[in-house]
């Protein structure tokens, strides 16, 4: 049984930091794509950043460019999201995701398996 356990998430001032973590189980962490998501109260889930399992290839939407960062630990199981300069508008629900395809976009139908969330609120 393929598990995602996302945590990290909590309470920043804006302009503040946060590190999520997600561990996989069930599945063969080295070979599989990761990817974290997010979802805002009243919005639809969208893509954050993804990285290939291939050659740790980070691709990140326009919104966190340049101040979030992907990296994974295969030696843990561990993917994680830094996030830095964070903006109110960043408050949501993380996801982390995994996928089986080798450079997976931004689709939420490319990903396979899904962790429960981790909350992010940030304050003004």
């Known amino acids: 049984q393929v598990q995602l356990v996302e945590s990290g998430g909590g309470l920043v001032q804006a302009g503040g930091s946060l590190r999520l973590s997600c561990v996989v189980s069930g599945r063969t962490f080295s070979s599989t794509s990761m990817g974290w998501f997010r979802q805002a109260p009243g919005k639809e889930r969208e893509f954050v950043s993804r990285?290939?399992?291939?050659?740790?290839?980070?691709y990140y939407a326009n919104s966190v460019k340049g101040r979030f960062t992907i990296f994974r630990t295969n030696a843990k199981s561990t993917v994680y999201l830094q996030m830095n300069s964070l903006k109110p508008e960043d408050t949501a629900v993380y996801y982390c995701?995994?996928?089986?395809?080798?450079?997976?976009?931004?689709?939420?139908?490319?990903?396979?398996?899904w962790g429960q969330g981790t909350q992010v609120t940030v304050s003004s």
């Open positions: 990285i290939s399992w291939l050659d740790d290839n980070a």
């Open positions: 995701a995994a996928s089986s395809t080798t450079f997976p976009m931004n689709r939420i139908s490319e990903y396979t398996n």
